[in-house]
């Protein structure tokens, strides 16, 4: 039984230091999204899929850790459903419903339905299950207000309607409350009417109207892929406008959702699967997230460092300081010299660093400390952050760029440096070279 035990006891510890590294590595986000307003988009086909319950859990942990959340729900493949049982078929026009008033009895009974659906799920306390002790708080009402769609090239959308106002104080005063609020694709207007509009409108308007951080789309797709079929991470808005006109379907519906939003001045918006299990909290509490993140600010950007960035910095090199692939430096040594550095900032985290040397009355400038976490060696980043210093050191009036390294001289002359001589260093650099270290010299023309 103890060699059992044993055999077992390596990967049970692997998995409880993933978990550790997990916990610590999500803590920022946790912080950072403390009190913030997130809208999240369930569109029938999300509401439907087997995961639902792992994504409700989810939506409630998020609230557990004070998110302020919306929940925008559709019901597409639940209306077609109530319309097939009764022998019904809606038109479409523009890939846009045409609700006359037999169909718009299927949208209520399908979306009053599902409100109960999310609603009961949302109160479940049961002792096994992720929910226990939550006591999740979730109310729904008319809180959309909305006007016809009208007359569009001679088709009269009947019950189809448009965004016209949403009661952005009273959903205010419900998330100041501790209250998930519930929104469906039906609004209402003054005269007592009903009309089904699309999630995504209403999703949209909702966020910029609450100025959300974040409006969050489930998708069946893993975000949005490029005609390779490759998961694409990030796009600025202007990048994905690029993008959308090569999609179609949901995934198109979903992109113009995001590109309408971050133009109205959210923040994020994020594509995830609501068939991968656990999406939700990967891309919220992962640098990496799990689909594709639309974003107003620069997620990803080389920069000049700060004195902020010392601490970083310092988390980068230690590792190859141990290993003796980089000489020490102090923290106080950093800090005098933090002006030198460029890094490269992953949503607030350093994973790439680099530095320029200049020597008084010399053409000749110093490239060091040029480091990119081990987790992010890919995209070139390492080329990057080269490319960085080589112009800065040319709008210095630099025409030659040399390096020291014991371990990466092929890297560098695959760069187009080539090997040289401590004579061909400056004198001030010959007079402090580490002879112990026996760095190569490797010199490039700029």
């Known amino acids: 039984m103890s060699s059992n035990k044993d055999s077992h006891e390596p990967k049970t510890v692997m998995n409880l230091n993933k978990y550790v590294k997990f916990f610590r590595q999500s803590s920022p986000y946790i912080h950072a999204h403390h009190g913030k307003t997130f809208v999240i988009t369930l569109g029938g086909e999300a509401l439907a899929s087997e995961n639902l319950n792992n994504i409700i859990n989810d939506v409630a942990l998020l609230s557990s850790l004070g998110v302020r959340l919306v929940l925008v729900h559709g019901a597409r493949p639940q209306i077609e459903e109530r319309l097939k049982a009764r022998g019904l078929k809606s038109h479409f026009h523009h890939e846009k ?4 008033r037999q169909c718009l009895e299927s949208v209520m009974d399908a979306v009053g339905n599902l409100r109960a659906r999310i609603e009961s799920k949302l109160s479940l306390g ?9 006591s999740i708080r979730v109310i729904s009402g008319n809180f959309v207000t909305a006007k016809p769609l009208g007359v569009i090239d001679g088709q009269d959308f009947l019950h189809t309607g448009a965004i016209r106002r949403i009661d952005k104080e009273a959903i205010q005063q419900l998330l100041d409350s501790g209250y998930i ?15 089904n509009m699309e999630v995504e409108e209403v999703a949209t308007h909702t966020a910029i109207c609450l100025e959300a951080e974040k409006l969050i789309l489930y998708s069946k797709q893993q975000g949005i ?7 694409i991470n990030r796009l600025s808005p202007q990048e994905a406008g690029k993008v959308i006109n090569s999609l179609q379907g949901e995934s198109k519906r ?5 590109i309408a939003a971050c133009n109205g001045g959210v923040d994020r918006a994020q594509l995830i699967s609501y068939e991968q299990d656990g999406s939700l909290l990967l891309e919220l509490f992962t640098r990496d997230g799990s689909g594709t993140l639309i974003s107003r600010d620069r997620y990803e950007e080389i920069r000049a460092a700060s004195i902020e960035d010392v601490g970083g910095i310092l988390e980068l090199i230690r590792p190859l300081e141990q290993e003796g692939i980089l000489r020490r430096r102090s923290r106080k040594e950093l800090e005098r010299e933090i002006r030198l550095f460029r890094v490269i900032s992953l949503d607030g985290m350093i994973i790439g660093c680099a530095a320029i040397h200049l020597f008084a009355g010399e053409k000749t400038a110093e490239l060091a400390c040029l480091v990119v976490h081990p987790d992010y060696r890919e995209k070139n980043r390492g080329d990057l952050l080269l490319s960085a210093i080589e112009e800065q050191a040319a709008q210095q009036g630099m025409d030659t760029l040399f390096v020291l390294t014991t371990q990466t001289s092929h890297w ?15 004198q001030e650099k010959r007079s402090h070279y580490n002879s112990e270290r026996q760095s190569k010299v490797l010199v490039k023309q700029l």
């Open 181 to 195: 609020v519930l929104l469906s694709c039906l609004g209402h207007s003054p005269t007592g009417e009903l009309f």
């Open 126 to 134: 049961l002792v096994n299950s992720p929910m226990h002790g939550a």
């Open 254 to 258: 979903l992109l113009s959702s995001a």
């Open 225 to 231: 892929q490029d005609q390779q079929g490759h998961p």
């Open 412 to 426: 560098f002359v695959e760069r187009g440096f080539s090997e040289s001589t401590q004579k061909s260093l400056p």
């Open 97 to 100: 419903r045409v609700t006359d």
